[in-house]
């Protein structure tokens, strides 16, 4: 994880391009470059740098002896970067698995790259000589890049959009400031004065595609019969691959299946490598909510160092405007999932030296975690619900992910969203992958039962609501910032708010409160930044976010029986 910055075509002085650049200094503390090269007029590159791999030899804006003419930024993970260096015998200059980006680029062109890419990435790279500037991301948008466009031709890339929104206000006529879409790659042309053209604009991978590079585990080994054990072996390499790291690793641990399924195999792996450290794991909750507890159980059942972070109604208060800044978004569920993951995310800064962490994310999303699958009419609808929230993630719980850790200069991986093993599952029949008897994620939990990798009782947890899971049943994390906001916001300004945003009107005091936080650093890019609402589907007369007001809900059942024993 790190910052990536590049402007080209616009004419400002280097004060101008450091205060903004520094705005996303916390996605890099450990060293940063601006780099200004006169054969290419109005044009900045620069970087801030978080050191995974390579302390030594990997600082950027990346340049090599071999290419003189060619710069790269990237912020990422090159998993199969051994496999390209043995495919193409490229010579290497440094041990940076982001080198081989500049290999492939110099020796079979743009179209290429990005296609045989195992990871997560977005990239910048200038070729001074053919004066050309590349630019991709990687097909989940695990890594983010935002892009700034003018109608004259003035091209801007940040890690962050908050890097971004000071140079827009210099740019004259119209411009554009948008999240780069992922699984695409962009082509430009360098003009005489520093401008740009667009060239090429490419799709290169959708969910669900089959990966065009050389696999982690080569698909003839897949047993055919055994959906099992595919799904075993493909998500062990999944956890395996992103072991890459000079740092320390840890793990987010809520103690249900996502992150306890990853979380076990990142120990497994890690006992194999026999890594100088024990795995730390980290659960966050107010009090002793379900997730500390059950995170607890997961902890003592895999032997890892166990951390439990419990945090108040004031942590929320203090941090709630703060979590809005970070995430540059507006979405009602996205920030109420954050305020969890934003305190856990400053306790390992604080508190610990791991820098690597480890997550769940993408698992819901792939396996039809969300309750209300259960409602899904057919088996063809819940798959295309499932292409639609991994085409979407890199706005919403990806977006929540990716800030909430780089916040705190820690770097995010997600196993759940590798591209062979996200292939391979969505290719499964759609009738198996749904909820089976009111059990979702049914078909990943099957794979791992008997195995003895986790205690059955997690294997089989039932999906818990973000908000309850880290608060408890009686009032859930959601409520506790109803509560707070009720006084932020006056009745009157709710009665205008359809006026004044018409685009996701807030119909709801919370829903107003973070709109009104978003605009006050991002004014006017709430359609940009988050288009809709995420919302559940296929339920009726539900106007909340909460997976508390479906009905099939089963944390409800367990608040009645607690309210009948008292």
């Not at 020796?107 to 070729?127: E, H, K, T």
């Not at 019969?225 to 890459?244: Q, T």
């Not at 120990?267 to 909510?289: D, E, T």
Request: proline residues 4%; charged residues 25%; contains cysteine.
């Amino acid at each position: 994880m790190c910052g990536i910055w590049a402007l080209f075509g616009l004419d400002v002085n280097l004060s101008c391009v450091c205060d903004n650049f520094a705005k996303i200094s916390h996605r890099g503390p450990d060293a940063f470059q601006i780099e200004y090269d006169a054969r290419v007029k109005n044009c900045y590159l620069a970087f801030h740098r978080l050191t995974i791999v390579d302390g030594l030899r990997g600082m950027q804006p990346m340049k090599l002896c071999r290419y003189p003419q060619i710069f790269l930024l990237c912020n990422g993970e090159i998993y199969n970067c051994a496999k390209i260096r043995q495919t193409y015998s490229f010579k290497y200059a440094t041990d940076c698995d982001v080198e081989v980006i500049m290999h492939l680029y110099a020796n079979g062109g743009p179209y290429d790259v990005a296609r045989q890419l195992d990871g997560v990435f977005a990239f910048c790279l200038m070729d001074i000589e053919k004066r050309r500037i590349l630019i991709g991301r990687d097909p989940y948008g695990v890594r983010p890049l935002f892009r700034l466009r003018s109608d004259g031709g003035i091209l801007a890339i940040s890690s962050e959009s908050k890097a971004l929104v000071g140079l827009s206000k210099r740019i004259t006529g119209h411009w554009t400031l948008e999240p780069f879409p992922p699984g695409c790659y962009e082509e430009y042309e360098i003009l005489p004065d520093g401008c740009t053209r667009l060239l090429n604009s490419i799709k290169y991978h959708k969910p669900g595609d089959k990966p065009t590079f050389a696999v982690f585990v080569p698909w003839p080994t897949l047993v055919a019969k055994d959906v099992h054990e595919n799904i075993r072996n493909l998500l062990n390499a999944a956890v395996e691959k992103r072991l890459m790291a000079d740092r320390r690793l840890g793990c987010l641990l809520s103690g249900g299946l996502d992150s306890s399924l990853v979380s076990a195999l990142l120990v497994k792996h890690a006992k194999r490598m026999n890594l100088r450290y024990k795995i730390q794991s980290f659960a966050i909750g107010m009090g002793n909510s379900p997730d500390i507890v059950a995170a607890r159980q997961v902890a003592d059942y895999i032997g890892t160092e166990h951390h439990e972070i419990v945090f108040t109604v004031q942590d929320v208060i203090e941090v709630l405007d703060q979590v809005i800044y970070h995430l540059e978004t507006c979405d009602i569920t996205t920030i109420r999932a954050s305020i969890g993951m934003y305190l856990i995310s400053r306790y390992i800064k604080k508190n610990t030296d791991t820098t690597v962490v480890f997550s769940g994310e993408g698992a819901d999303e792939l396996a039809q975690g969300y309750i209300y699958f259960r409602d899904a009419p057919k088996a063809s609808d819940a798959h295309n619900e499932s292409l639609r929230l991994l085409e979407d993630i890199y706005l919403y719980d990806g977006l929540r992910a990716d800030r909430t850790t780089s916040a705190f200069s820690l770097e995010l991986r997600v196993p759940f969203l590798d591209l062979q093993f996200t292939s391979y599952y969505l290719s499964l029949d759609p009738a198996l992958r749904q909820p089976q008897d009111g059990v979702e994620k049914h078909l990943l939990r099957s794979a791992f039962e008997g195995t003895g990798l986790l205690p059955e009782n997690i294997l089989w947890r039932h999906k818990e609501a973000f908000s309850d899971g880290v608060a408890c049943i009686k009032k859930s994390l959601f409520q506790v910032i109803q509560e707070i906001v009720e006084d932020r916001v006056q009745d009157e300004e709710l009665e205008k708010a359809k006026t004044i945003y018409p685009h996701c009107t807030p119909k709801t005091k919370e829903a107003l409160y973070y709109r009104k936080i978003f605009e006050s650093h991002y004014g006017g890019l709430a359609e940009s930044f988050t288009p809709y609402y995420w919302m559940p589907r296929w339920v009726k007369g539900v106007t909340d976010p909460s997976a508390r007001f479906i009905k099939h809900y089963s944390a409800k059942d367990e608040e009645k029986l607690a309210e009948s024993k008292k």
